[in-house]
Nanobody, 120 residues
């Protein structure tokens, strides 16, 4: 299984970006999918998570500004980021809890980071 993230870049404060992540490979089902971020010198932290039924949770620091969505048919998630701040600068990683086979165990997978840089 591979998770491929894209959409990062340089944006001015107050601007918007949309991140995408697609899962490919041997996939029977996907439970939750999520976005994490890691700024230089800091620990990786959860940004937003979306479950297979569509329910979502957000970190307090992005509530009202970011929106996570999911296309189950395409095994894809998105992160719409609005009103970006300089403190949102980080590598953003997608994460998924995937069952590879029918009745198989679930495993956590990570994509490569996509860098978001917000200039003030």
């Amino acid at each position: 299984v591979q998770l491929q993230a894209s959409g990062g870049g340089l944006v001015q404060a107050g601007g918007s970006l949309r991140l995408s992540c697609v899962a490919s490979g041997t996939i029977f089902s996907i439970d939750h999918m999520a976005w994490y971020r890691q700024a230089p010198g800091k620990q990786r932290e959860l940004v937003a998570i979306i479950y297979s039924g569509g329910s979502t949770n957000y970190a307090d620091f992005v509530k009202g500004r970011f929106a996570i969505s999911r296309d189950n048919a395409k095994n894809k998630i998105y992160l719409q980021m609005n009103s970006l701040k300089s403190e949102d600068t980080a590598d953003y990683y997608c994460n998924a809890n995937i069952q590879n086979y029918y009745k198989g165990e679930k495993s956590e997978y990570w994509g490569q980071g996509t860098l978001v840089t917000v200039s003030s």
